[in-house]
């Protein structure tokens, strides 16, 4: 009798459990239905899906498109960060200058080395070059690190400090005055470079050191008397030490890590996430960007290399400076995925409004955070590409087009950072 009674109780629990697993699968808001209204969906069952459930489509920052939209619900952001162990005397130097400088104390008796763009200073990655190096004129200097960049819009306005605060003093250091500021205009100044090794920084005596940049200078930094005495380089590679000053330096804001998040939950990560920045130069998109020799690599190849990662579980995404390009990746990719806003050089904006500048300043931003999160990179001659590169940390799965033979080989981080040095 008790085995019967214990029998039926099993039934009833199993029964329970299945009501209960409906009841999540058919309620709107759960996750269960999430995953399931997102899998193996049509684009046009998709739109018809936001229209009746707007709580599934997170998408107003992406403006995606596709064909197939598979995906697990996941904080892509979170599983992003890096965890930093302190075992590198630049990491070491690193925690004890955020300390003296990142605090919230007085302003005043401060040095400051700030990186200032406030006209003409070159795209994304040639801006990100530039405050490293700045970055790392300030650790030598022993001077607090200010960026000051207004074009074409407030670089806090696009990403945000992260480990140290860049901003903190800035309102007080722009307005020292101008007896007390040495400014250096070293745009493409590779004569400037020649001479770090021996620069004598004592002759820094200014309050305020203003340099406009958009180089790395590794190798001359680190034969730096200064340098070699800190042992800040020392065992470390110049692509490390890339990867961990934008990581102490920037965060995605709250806007674009929602939207990080929005892309990787409305793709599919059953496979891979095979991710593509195919560098263009000169073209309709960007009528005012310059013609490089280095650019305008071969579509079909590039494609062609891409189609074989084209299968079921796997997302392809295209990150380009051309609609063109974008627009063709639709028509031959069957599990493709891009975003479809205004396509921005930051630094060649020409009438353009300002907010539609700082729109496209923060998409070509949000579009290198996507890169240096992808199981798979494929890379065509960009700054702006190597950059993402360095921030993903890892050189596994990394490819790039090769113009000279036309073929997309595997890549390590020192052919990427090339004449970087």
Not at 24 to 32: G, V
Request: hydrophobic fraction near 35%; charged fraction near 20%; include cysteine.
């Amino acid at each position: 009798m008790i085995l019967t009674i214990l029998k039926k109780g099993y039934y009833i629990v199993f029964l329970f459990v299945i009501l209960y697993v409906m009841i999540l699968m058919f309620t709107p808001d759960s996750i269960l239905w999430k995953v399931y209204a997102r899998t193996n969906v049509t684009y046009d069952d998709r739109q018809k899906e936001c229209k009746s459930h707007p709580n599934l489509c997170s998408l107003s920052e992406g403006n995606l498109t596709g064909k197939t939209r598979q995906t697990t619900i996941k904080n892509v952001s979170d599983q992003f960060i890096h965890k930093h162990t302190i075992n590198t005397n630049v990491e070491i130097y690193l925690r004890n200058y955020i300390q003296e400088h990142g605090v919230s104390k007085s302003c005043a008796k401060r040095r400051y080395l700030i990186y200032s763009c406030k006209k003409i200073c070159g795209g994304l990655g040639d801006r990100q070059r530039g405050i490293i190096t700045a970055f790392l004129f300030a650790l030598l200097t022993n001077r607090t690190f200010i960026i000051d960049s207004t074009y074409p819009c407030e670089l806090e306005t696009i990403i945000e400090p992260n480990m140290y605060n860049w901003l903190h003093c800035k309102n007080y250091a722009s307005n020292v005055p101008h007896d007390e500021r040495m400014e250096l205009q070293l745009i493409d100044n590779g004569k400037f470079k020649t001479t770090i090794p021996s620069l004598d920084f004592g002759n820094w005596e200014k309050t305020v050191v203003d340099m406009r940049l958009n180089w790395l200078a590794f190798s001359k930094i680190r034969q730096h008397n200064s340098t070699k005495e800190l042992k800040l380089l020392k065992d470390i590679s110049d692509e490390d030490v890339i990867k961990i000053v934008l990581d102490v330096l920037f965060k995605p804001n709250d806007r674009m890590t929602k939207a990080i998040d929005a892309f990787f939950m409305n793709t599919t990560h059953t496979g891979l996430v095979v991710c593509a920045h195919i560098r263009v130069g000169k073209n309709p998109s960007i009528p005012t960007d310059n013609t490089n020799s280095n650019r305008h690599p071969n579509i079909t190849t590039v494609f062609s290399f891409l189609a074989k990662f084209d299968k079921p579980g796997n997302i392809i995404y295209i990150a380009s400076d051309s609609d063109e390009i974008k627009n063709a990746s639709t028509f031959f990719f069957k599990n493709i995925i891009t975003i479809k806003k205004k396509i921005v050089h930051v630094d060649r904006i020409g009438s353009m409004q300002r907010n539609v500048a700082c729109e496209g300043y923060y998409t070509a931003v949000l579009e290198q955070q996507i890169l240096a999160r992808c199981d798979t990179v494929i890379l065509t001659a960009s700054i702006f590409g190597s950059m993402a590169a360095f921030q993903r940390g890892r050189s596994d799965n990394l490819f790039v087009y090769n113009k000279q033979t036309n073929t997309v080989e595997s890549a390590n981080f020192h052919k990427l950072y090339g004449k970087g040095k």
